[in-house]
């Protein structure tokens, strides 16, 4: 099992060759030995914003993944950290948390650059 799940940020700056961040992504892949994970939602928000010149490189890329689903324990875990959250419940948001639960469920560390995003205490952040 992966150690480390992957935001949506992380990935479309690799697959926009940000080379710092895809230099640290194959370190940690090579360092478990595993491939590194992402939520299906995660492939969701990915696959709406690839251009039609990017649909192989992106298919591919996506392929080498972990892709971890969202089950009845991943969604009931989303929605205990909505309702004790004290931002706005909007769409956006819901993805964010469904993404936190998920790694919160797996016991993964999220990377991600948005870490405003993701306010849970127990949630630990790659430090980027």
């Known amino acids: 099992m992966a150690k480390y799940l992957a935001d ?8 926009r060759g940000r080379q710092d961040t ?3 992504f194959d370190r940690l892949a090579n360092e478990t030995g595993d491939p ?3 939520s299906a939602l995660t492939v969701l928000e990915i696959w709406s914003g690839v251009r039609p010149s990017e ?3 992106t ?9 971890l689903p ?6 009931t875990l989303a929605a205990d950290l909505l309702r004790t959250g004290r931002r706005p419940r909007t769409p956006s948001e819901w993805v964010d948390t469904v993404i ?6 797996h016991r993964l560390t999220l ?6 995003d993701y306010p849970y205490p127990d949630l630990v952040l790659y430090p980027f």
């Open 111 to 116: 990377l991600t650059y948005n870490r405003k």
């Open 8 to 15: 949506s940020d992380v990935l479309i700056w690799i697959l």
């Open 100 to 105: 936190a639960a998920t790694a919160l469920h």
């Open 36 to 38: 590194l994970a992402c």
């Open 59 to 67: 298919s591919q890329f996506l392929d080498a993944l972990d892709v």
């Open 22 to 24: 895809a230099a640290i």
């Open 70 to 75: 969202t089950d009845r324990p991943i969604a």
């Open 55 to 57: 649909t192989h490189r």
